[in-house]
């Protein structure tokens, strides 16, 4: 594909809830601009952003997929984004690039949450939007209904450019009310332009009129022009339109269909003339990942865009984050998984670039000496979690690398080694995400995995003092096993964790056998108690023992002061603690009854709650762990996905005592399966 310059290109993310349509419209924009000689379906999984097997398998988009084409001189890269809450990373991603974010709303379903999730995302990175109301030519599709929703949703600043000829089976085209032109299609991809139908005439110059208003508002020399009913070229309207539109105060409204090929042809005009060119400078070169993905036989692909350019074949630049130089060898344009060589990318142009040593999501990379502001990109944090176990030891041996390989790919997966319970978590957006995840684990490198639930790190303390006697006392041929250990047991504060103290006077114990003492108790604490788990907040006090000259021996001592510890533990009332979450909740206001009534449930305790501006509340609760595992699928289903929020660890406390036998009896199932 041939250099643009930057002027002359555009960066485009399509968002917007998933079954919205968005893969189709990209498929459709690249079929009217030539790119493509027929379309692809996504129920087929013949379209070129859908190359992936899981997404042609479920008929979703999970990744994010570049497609560009070229139309009038222009390069529009279209950057196709997954719509399900799941995969929000990614929208995240595309972002990151976007020059404008295309919002692709169903004219059938209206704006539903991850329209609104996105919205709130490119709105923090100040990225430019606009609309496409798709899918008018459905069943129960209203443009008027939607667009009701997109200005009590967004605001003023949503500005309709179009209306559609007919609706449902009875779409035609689309007025472009600019151009006071009707765009009518019969089955060509290319409308032919006429006369506004005589029925829609009065309807059409009165959202003339306001979207006029609309444009003129900003400018006021226009505006005085406006006022004293001067004459208004639609070039200088449509120059103070773009001007809006790359300030982010106006939000243009397209509309057609994409599977129909009605509006298509004229919302790719759109982006060519009306969307904001990339804001990046000229000079020694400067890029930017913002997505990996990671191909076992060709290996990693990183998604670039070019914030300071050109970035010419060869070139060798340093990564900000490693200081490791990289040459762009292998540098390409991707359409769906389509590669395209390239010799130079021009400034603000996205393109691909494979076999680079030490390079990921984020990492910003120039030529030597040159500095690039650049914000640092901070992927969502994961909220739900499976333990996950090789099937095999071959699949053991390669789980590691495995997991390492999908982070890179997805930025947003974390994997923990939890250390009490021992089990491998993979963390994730959602049950679909991790679904997903762990299917490329097995597809992509070859690692089969079983899953379990994740289990939560109980400990036990006491509740008393006590005191017992561990002893040893074996003879056979030989040397015996000979050991006694006084142990006394007392509760200390919380957090404190366990504490040996050595209180032998007289030799009663030898010095070279108290540290095997100290040992076993230590040992044990870790292994667990009377209740199966890790003991703490206790001092362990070795005040008293006997040893033999010859049958005495450090093992001996270590397992007497184990056997000690467990039976001044049973006398001193063993108490099951369990870990407490903070946790903040931010729901619509019309969720926090249900929300906080679902926490009570959880045996949660409500710290406050406030409002956050924007129709939201932020509510703020201690709830047990173990409440919380499944808490992002609880939270979607109340707030229907509009809910989020963020947990951390803050303390242990006792288990209450209704409670304590099931767990404990769970405890021991999960040792035994």
């Not at 129920?43 to 560009?68: H, N």
């Not at 406006?226 to 939000?251: C, H, K, M, N, Q």
């Not at 033999?548 to 184990?562: G, N, P, R, Y």
């Amino acid at each position: 594909m041939e250099t643009f310059p930057t002027a002359r290109i555009r960066n485009v993310a399509l968002v917007g809830h998933g079954g919205a349509g968005k893969t189709t419209l990209a498929e459709a924009l690249l079929y009217a601009s030539g790119a493509l000689a027929r379309m692809g379906r996504v129920e087929d999984g013949t379209t070129v952003c859908d190359f992936d097997p899981e997404e042609q398998r479920r008929g979703i988009s999970v990744s994010l997929a570049l497609a560009p084409f070229v139309l009038d001189g222009h390069k529009v890269n279209l950057l196709d984004a997954p719509g399900y809450a799941d995969f929000v990373g990614d929208v995240a991603a595309a972002l990151r690039a976007a020059d404008l974010a295309l919002f692709v709303v169903s004219a059938v379903e209206g704006v539903e949450v991850q329209t609104e999730v996105a919205w709130k995302m490119a709105e923090r990175q100040g990225v430019p939007r606009a609309f496409f109301v798709n899918k008018l030519d459905r069943e129960r599709a209203s443009y008027a209904r939607t667009l009701d929703q997109l200005k009590d949703l967004f605001g003023t600043g949503v500005a309709p450019l179009q209306l559609p000829i007919g609706e449902e089976a009875g779409l035609t085209g689309v007025v472009e009310l600019l151009d006071d032109v009707a765009v009518t299609y019969s089955g060509d991809v290319h409308g032919e332009e006429g006369a506004v139908p005589a029925d829609m005439e009065t309807e059409e110059h009165a959202v003339h009129d306001a979207l006029v208003e609309g444009i003129v508002v900003a400018d006021d020399a226009l505006m005085e022009r406006y006022l004293a009913d001067e004459p208004i070229e639609t070039a200088e309207l449509a120059r103070t339109l773009a001007a809006g539109i790359a300030s982010g105060t106006v939000f243009p409204v397209l509309c057609g269909s994409a599977t129909k090929l009605v509006g298509v042809d004229r919302l790719a005009r759109f982006l060519v003339e009306e969307a904001p060119a990339p804001a990046a400078a000229e000079g020694p070169p400067a890029v930017e990942v913002f997505k990996t993905m990671v191909d076992p036989y060709v290996g990693h692909v990183n998604l670039f865009k070019v914030r300071q350019g050109p970035l010419e074949h060869d070139a060798v630049l340093t990564n900000a984050r490693t200081r490791h130089d990289e040459r762009f060898h292998q540098v390409f344009t991707l359409r769906g998984k389509e590669q395209d060589p390239v010799q130079s990318v021009a400034p603000g142009d996205i393109a691909a670039v494979a076999k680079l040593s030490d390079v990921a999501t984020g990492d910003v990379l120039a030529a030597k000496g040159t500095d690039v502001e650049v914000e640092p990109f901070s992927p969502p944090e994961p909220l739900l979690s499976v333990a996950i176990r090789a099937k095999s030891k071959n699949d053991e041996d390669k789980l590691a690398n495995a997991l390492h390989r999908l982070q890179e790919e997805d930025p947003v997966l974390r994997v923990e080694r939890d250390p009490e319970t021992h089990q491998t978590l993979l963390r994730g957006m959602g049950e679909t995400h991790l679904s997903i995840a762990i299917e490329r684990l097995a597809r992509k490198f070859g690692v089969e995995v079983e899953t379990e639930e994740v289990r939560v790190p109980y400990r036990e303390t006491i509740s008393s003092t006590a005191e017992a006697e561990g002893k040893i006392k074996k003879q056979s041929g030989g040397h015996g096993q000979f050991a006694v250990a006084w142990l006394r047991v007392e509760p200390t504060e919380r957090g404190s964790g366990i504490e040996f103290v050595d209180q032998i006077v007289g030799g009663v114990i030898p010095k070279q056998y108290l540290p095997a003492v100290e040992k076993g108790v230590l040992e044990t604490a870790e292994s667990g108690g009377p209740l199966g788990f890790p003991i703490v907040d206790v001092r362990v006090t070795c005040f008293d023992g006997k040893a033999h000259s010859v049958d005495s021996s450090e093992m001996a001592f270590k397992t007497a002061a184990s056997l000690g510890l467990k039976e001044a533990m049973q006398k001193a009332g063993p108490v099951l603690l369990e870990p407490v979450s903070e946790l903040v909740v931010t729901v619509p206001e019309a969720n926090q009854g249900d929300v906080m009534g679902d926490l009570n449930g959880k045996r949660g305790r409500i710290q406050g709650s406030a409002s956050v501006g924007g129709g939201e509340v932020e509510i703020t609760a201690l709830v047990p762990t173990s409440e919380l595992l499944r808490y992002a699928i609880d939270l979607r289903s109340m707030t229907g996905g509009r809910g989020r929020f963020s947990v951390r660890h803050s303390h242990y406390e006792p288990v209450p005592a209704h409670l304590v036998d099931r767990i404990v009896a769970a405890s021991k199932a999960a040792a035994g399966a």
